[in-house]
């Protein structure tokens, strides 16, 4: 298969994915998901009439004779107020039937049995549904979930949310050299892919269930892959997407029946990327073992995938590119920068081997093979937090 142009590759990417089911999950579970379905008030906000001030509930002019006392969750006075008299109230408590204005403490003159005070007509009482009535949509279909949102549906009597779910991602790390913990030992390199992907692909939409290592060889590889038969939706396997020697992924995707959809892309770093369907419908994306080529293609590939899985859509953004760049004879280069007022600002140490260039930048800026100075498409990167 050629290798296909950096934007076909992304358009390919997303249009081998089909959204997933709408679910119910619990509410901590929905963060950063989007609405699947419009989110109604189940009850009113607040539910009953209740005070908004600690003082006095009152009914007619004062002064007025103290009855009794109703705290916030506490039992509700049980009889309706007549004129002239009060009960003592928190904020968020219920007043009593022929309540009229709630006097608070600081306006209240109190002593033996009675109060007096300002009287002004329905100050201070919040009636029933009067922030929120209930039944009312306060967002739509495909909002995301913010953390706000999240108390706002549980205001709303909410214990679970009607989400488009999350892909679950499995990750493998492939290599007899990679290794996971302390210093890499002579021929060792640590695995610098499986740390930034869980967050990658939590900030695409998607969530990584497990980052499992593999040594080298197609057997493991093939067992791996059909171990998570029907688990996770995507399977990511890192360094074994070349055409070397330890380097079966084509090979064990043959033969587990996999339709390969993109086999090579035009793009430096990360020419050596691929997705594939596996006759049960996972994705299987493979990412080179260079780890900025890794993120190169994680972005390409990856990415578009689980945006069009977890229905949120990518964020486009345009610059101009401060300063020459180098271009590439017939691929897409992505160059690590940083915005700024000026546009974006190249930051350098951009070798295909190395993070470093990467961790300094906000965004990788988009140079295809022609570009002659124009504005420039810039993918950003995953912010921290
Ligand atoms: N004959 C060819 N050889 C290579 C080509 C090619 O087109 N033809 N492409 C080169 C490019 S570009 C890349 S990128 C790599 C991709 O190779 P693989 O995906 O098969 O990865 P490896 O060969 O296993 O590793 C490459 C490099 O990265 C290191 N590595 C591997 N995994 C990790 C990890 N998890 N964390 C950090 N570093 C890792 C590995 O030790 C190697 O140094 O192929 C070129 N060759
Ligand atoms: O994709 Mo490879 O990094 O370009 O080295």
């Given at each position: ?45 607040p ?8 003082g ?26 007549r ?31 009675r109060?007096?005070?300002?009287f002004e ?19 739509g279909?495909?909002?995301v979930?913010t ?16 989400v ?77 997407s ?25 793009v ?9 369907r ?34 949120t ?10 300063g ?61 937090g």
């Open positions: 298969m050629e290798a296909i142009s950096w934007g076909s590759a992304r358009t390919l990417a997303a249009g081998a994915a089909c959204p997933l089911k709408p679910s119910s999950v619990p509410l901590r579970e929905a963060l950063g998901c989007r609405l699947a379905a419009s989110l109604c008030a189940l009850v009113p906000v539910g009953v009439d209740v005070s908004a001030m600690d006095y509930a009152v009914a007619g002019p004062g002064p007025w004779r103290v009855v009794g006392r109703v705290l916030a969750g506490g039992v509700a006075h049980g009889r309706a107020l004129a002239g008299e009060a009960v003592e109230i928190a904020t968020g408590a219920p007043v009593p039937e022929g309540c009229e204005a709630v006097l608070p403490y600081e306006r209240a003159e109190a002593g033996e049995g109060v007096s005070g300002g007509r329905g100050r201070h009482v919040r009636r029933r549904g009067e922030d929120i009535p209930e039944g009312t949509v306060v967002l279909a495909g909002a979930v953390p706000v949102a999240l108390g706002l549906a549980a205001a709303l009597g909410h214990d679970t949310l009607l488009r779910p999350r892909p679950k991602v499995l990750v493998l790390v492939t290599g007899d050299e990679v290794v996971h913990e302390g210093l890499p030992g002579a021929g060792r390199v640590r695995d610098a892919i499986g740390p930034f992907l869980p967050g990658l692909v939590e900030w695409a939409g998607g969530r990584v269930t497990e980052v499992g290592g593999l040594p080298d060889g197609a057997e493991a590889l093939r067992t791996a892959l059909n171990a998570g038969v029907g688990a996770p939706d995507v399977v990511v396997v890192c360094g074994a070349s055409r070397g020697p330890a380097d079966h992924l084509r090979s064990v995707l043959g033969d587990l029946g996999a339709e390969v959809i993109v086999d090579g892309v035009a430096r770093p990360g020419h050596p990327q691929l997705l594939a596996l006759p049960d419908g996972r994705l299987v994306v493979g990412l080179p073992g260079n780890p900025f080529a890794a993120l190169s293609a994680a972005l390409t590939l990856l990415a578009p995938v689980l945006r069009e899985l977890a229905g859509p990518a964020p486009r953004e345009t610059s101009a590119l401060v020459p760049v180098r271009t590439h004879a017939s691929d897409t280069r992505l160059v690590p920068v940083r915005r700024s007022a000026r546009g974006a600002v190249q930051v350098g140490h951009d070798r295909p081997g190395s993070l470093w260039g990467a961790a300094l930048a906000d965004a990788l800026a988009v140079v295809p093979p022609d570009w002659s100075g124009e504005q420039i498409e810039l993918i950003e990167l995953p912010p921290g």
